[in-house]
């Protein structure tokens, strides 16, 4: 069985910084992009960041210049470094990764649990 597990949430200060990491994990499988969405209460989920296994990025224009997305493929893992985080960013993070297991001949997306991110004003 393949899944996403996340870690690296928390409660911050505005202006502070946070980690999150994703690790995908499982028997056998392949993986290609991976992501981060967000989604605060009452609104929808939304696009943090994605990038491809060779480290090409994309990012929403709210989080361009202060967060940073990158991955270790030899780890199957992705980071996403927040900085100059703000009240607004206060949501819980999911990470998403296209998958496709070994016993299987086509790709999905995958999410994880999901990981609270607070910041206080």
């Known amino acids: 069985q393949v899944q996403l597990v996340e870690s690296g949430g928390g409660l911050v200060q505005a202006g502070g910084s946070l980690k999150l990491s994703c690790r995908a994990s499982g028997d056998c499988f392949s993986i290609k992009d991976m992501g981060w969405y967000r989604q605060a209460p009452g609104n929808q989920r939304e696009l943090v960041a994605e990038i491809t296994r060779q480290s090409m990025t994309r990012y929403a224009d709210s989080m361009r210049g202060r967060f940073t997305i990158s991955r270790d493929n030899a780890r199957n893992t992705v980071y996403l470094q927040m900085n100059g985080l703000k009240p607004d960013d206060t949501a819980v993070y999911y990470c998403?990764?296209?998958?496709?297991?070994?016993?299987?001949?086509?790709?999905?997306?995958?999410w994880g649990q999901g990981a609270q991110v607070t910041v206080s004003s």
């Open positions: 998403q990764a296209q998958l496709k297991p070994c016993s299987t001949s086509s790709w999905s997306a995958y």
